[in-house]
C-alpha cells in the first residue's frame, strides 16, 4: 500500500512542497491544549507560563537514524555491482563463464545472442496500456499517456488503482452513528473535536494525508463502539496516533499526545485504547483520501494552484459536517473542485473531467451546495469552527479563505439552494 501511495502521490499536479507539505517553523511560547479545551476547540496556555510543546516533535530537522560509521581497522564492505539484462527472457543469455573455460569464447556467444535476440522496447499503447484504446473509442484524451516514460506516475496501472480505490470506499463507508449506537456522543461535540484536531495537525507539522486519515479512523471507530464524553478526546488523539504511523516518516511519539491533552490522559491509556482501536478497524487503515482524488481530478481538468488550493480548502470544511463526513471521498474531492472553479472563473465541467471523477455536474450539484453551504457558514461571524479557514489564510497555502470569492455573491446562492 505504501508503493501505492507514492505512485498516487507522484501523479499529483502541483508539488507537496508548494501547497501541503511545506513546515511551519514552530515558534517558542506554543500554547497548551488543555482537557477543557477540547470543549471549546482553543489553545490556552497552562499556568500561566510559556512552554514551548512542539518544539522536539516536528519533522524538521529530524535526522535519518541508521548511519553506518567505519571502526578503526575495519573494512567495509563493497556492494556488489548488479548489471540488468538488455533481454526481456533470460533463459537464452549463455552461462557465466566456469573455471578453465575461454573468457574470449564466452563473450563471442554473449555478443551473437545479443544480435540475434536485439532488445525490444514495449509498445505502451498496445502491450501494457489496453485502456487507451478504449479511451480512443470513447473519444475521451488519455491523461497517462505521456506519462510512460515515467515509473513513478505508475502509468500502466493507475487507472486500476483508482477503480480499486472507487470499491474500497464503498467498503468503507461509515453510516449514521448518531442515529443508532452512540449514547453520549453528539454532532456538535464530534465537530469540535475534529475542529482542535485540524489545529494540533498544524501544531505537529503533519501531513495533509494523516489528518484525512485521522477523521477516517474515527468515524469508523465511532461506527461500531459506544464511547462517552470523557474518552472523545482520547479516542480522537489515538486515531491521530495511528494515522501518523501509518502516514509519517516521523510520527510524534505518545508522550507529546499526553502533553498535548495537558496529561488528562496517560500513556498506559492511549496505548489500551490504540489496541482497541486496531482491534475494532479489524487492522485496516486503508481508506483512500479525498486528497488521491483531488490530484487526480486536478490532472485531467488541467487546473492551476488557485483552483486546487481552493478546492484543498473546501474539502478540509467539509471534516467538521458530520452529513457531509459521510459522503464518499471522490464524490467530496469532485465536488469542491467543482465550486473551487466556479467561484474563480465559472469554468465549465468538462466530459474528461467527468470521465476521470466518476461524476457529472448534475450528479453532484447536491454535493456542491452542501459544501457551499459550509463554508458560507464559517465565513458567518461568531462561527467556532474556524481552524481550517485559520489554516488556509497563511501565505503558503495563498491565503485562499481569504479571497473575495468565499463571500461573494456565487457561493451565497448556491447555500441557499442546499437542503
Not at 495511528?242 to 492511549?270: C, H, Q, W
Not at 467543482?338 to 454535493?367: F, I, N
Not at 501565505?395 to 455573491?409: A, C, D, L, Q
Request: hydrophobic fraction near 40%; glycine fraction near 4%; charge should be neutral.
Amino acid at each position: 500500500m505504501a508503493a501505492v501511495r507514492r505512485g498516487l502521490r507522484a501523479n499529483a499536479p502541483f508539488g507537496r512542497a508548494n501547497t501541503e507539505n511545506a513546515s511551519v517553523a514552530p515558534v517558542p511560547g506554543k500554547s497548551v491544549v488543555t482537557a477543557t479545551a477540547a470543549a471549546t476547540g482553543k489553545l490556552t496556555k497552562a499556568g500561566g507560563e510559556s512552554r514551548t510543546a512542539f518544539a522536539d516533535i516536528s519533522n524538521v530537522n529530524r535526522k535519518a537514524h541508521g548511519v553506518v560509521v567505519k571502526k578503526e581497522g575495519t573494512k567495509l564492505p563493497v556492494p556488489e555491482k548488479r548489471v540488468i539484462s538488455r533481454q526481456k527472457s533470460t533463459t537464452d543469455l549463455a552461462r557465466p563463464a566456469t573455471r578453465g573455460t575461454n573468457l574470449v569464447d564466452q563473450q563471442k556467444k554473449l555478443k551473437k545472442i545479443l544480435v540475434e535476440q536485439p532488445m525490444v522496447v514495449e509498445d505502451i499503447d498496445e502491450e501494457v496500456n489496453v485502456a487507451s484504446d478504449m479511451l480512443d473509442e470513447l473519444d475521451i484524451d488519455d491523461i497517462d499517456r505521456d506519462d510512460c516514460l515515467n515509473p513513478l506516475l505508475c502509468s500502466e496501472y493507475v487507472k486500476d488503482i483508482y477503480a480499486y480505490m472507487h470499491t474500497l470506499e464503498l467498503d468503507l463507508q461509515t453510516d449514521d452513528y448518531f442515529a443508532h449506537g452512540q449514547t453520549e456522543v453528539t454532532v456538535k461535540m464530534r465537530a469540535i473535536l475534529v475542529d482542535w484536531l485540524i489545529q494540533v495537525q498544524m501544531r505537529f507539522n503533519l501531513l495533509q494525508e494523516t489528518l484525512y486519515l485521522t477523521v477516517y479512523v474515527l468515524d469508523r471507530f465511532l461506527a461500531t463502539t459506544d464511547v462517552c464524553k470523557k474518552e472523545l478526546q482520547l479516542v480522537g488523539v489515538t486515531a491521530m496516533l495511528l494515522a501518523s504511523k501509518y502516514e509519517e516518516m516521523y510520527a510524534p511519539e505518545i508522550g507529546d499526545f499526553v502533553y498535548i491533552t495537558d496529561n488528562a490522559y496517560s500513556k498506559g491509556r492511549i496505548r489500551s485504547m490504540e489496541q482497541t482501536m486496531l482491534k475494532a478497524l479489524q487492522f485496516d487503515l486503508s481508506n483512500p483520501s479525498c486528497l488521491h482524488f483531488l490530484r487526480r481530478n486536478s490532472k485531467a481538468g488541467e487546473v492551476n494552484a488557485t483552483k486546487h488550493t481552493l478546492a484543498k480548502y473546501l474539502m478540509e470544511l467539509t471534516l467538521v459536517d458530520f452529513e457531509l463526513a459521510r459522503t464518499l471521498p471522490s464524490e467530496i474531492a469532485a465536488a469542491a473542485l467543482c465550486l473551487a472553479m466556479k467561484l474563480v472563473d465559472d469554468s465549465e465541467w468538462t466530459p474528461l473531467l467527468a470521465h476521470y471523477s466518476g461524476y457529472s455536474e448534475r450528479a453532484m450539484q447536491k454535493t456542491v451546495r452542501k459544501i457551499a453551504r459550509q463554508a458560507v457558514m464559517v465565513e458567518t461571524h461568531g462561527c467556532k469552527y474556524e481552524a481550517a479557514k485559520n489554516k488556509y489564510a497563511a501565505s503558503k497555502y495563498m491565503k485562499i479563505s481569504r479571497i473575495g470569492e468565499m463571500r461573494g455573491e456565487c457561493i451565497k446562492k448556491l447555500a441557499s439552494e442546499a437542503t
